[in-house]
């Protein structure tokens, strides 16, 4: 499920998206990204809202819990894959469901990723060891 257009910078700062229902999951994850790793992060706690913030905050990576109480996951995907503010966006399902066919799912709705909860922060930090293609490359 690994989308092309990223390549290996481990040093480079990321704008992320972290959506999950659990607000403690959101606020520890966004800690971890921002403090000691210098990311930029938004959280959210359902699909709508992660749909709202992603459209003013163009995010490069999403960590996107699949268990949401409104739109599921896999509906947010679909939906980013869509817009222009995160049609690239490197898309990382994150569920506590992790059979081939969950993930097949998750790749046809169009992440690139998948980590089974809970995600240690190695599992994490492999995630922003990517950047995008150097400009003028194509895809």
């Known amino acids: 499920m690994n989308n092309s257009a990223w390549k290996p910078s481990p040093t480079t700062s990321r704008r992320v998206l972290v959506v999950d229902d659990n607000p403690g999951s959101t606020q520890v ?21 992660a749909l709202e913030i992603a459209a003013r905050f ?35 399902a994150v569920t506590g469901f992790s059979g081939e066919k969950e993930r097949l799912k998750a790749a046809e709705a169009g992440f690139d990723e998948h980590l089974t909860k809970p995600a240690g922060a190695q599992d994490v930090e492999r995630l922003f060891s990517h950047s995008r293609l150097t400009p003028g490359s194509e895809r």
Request: proline share 5%; net charge negative; no cysteine.
């Open 29 to 49: 994850m966004g800690l971890l990204l921002k403090k000691f790793w210098g990311h930029t992060v938004e959280t959210a706690n359902d699909g709508r809202t």
């Open 58 to 92: 163009a995010p490069e990576i999403v960590l996107l819990d699949i268990g949401l109480p409104d739109l599921n996951g896999f509906e947010v995907a679909r939906r980013m894959r869509a817009e222009p503010a995160t049609a690239d966006a490197l898309l990382v």
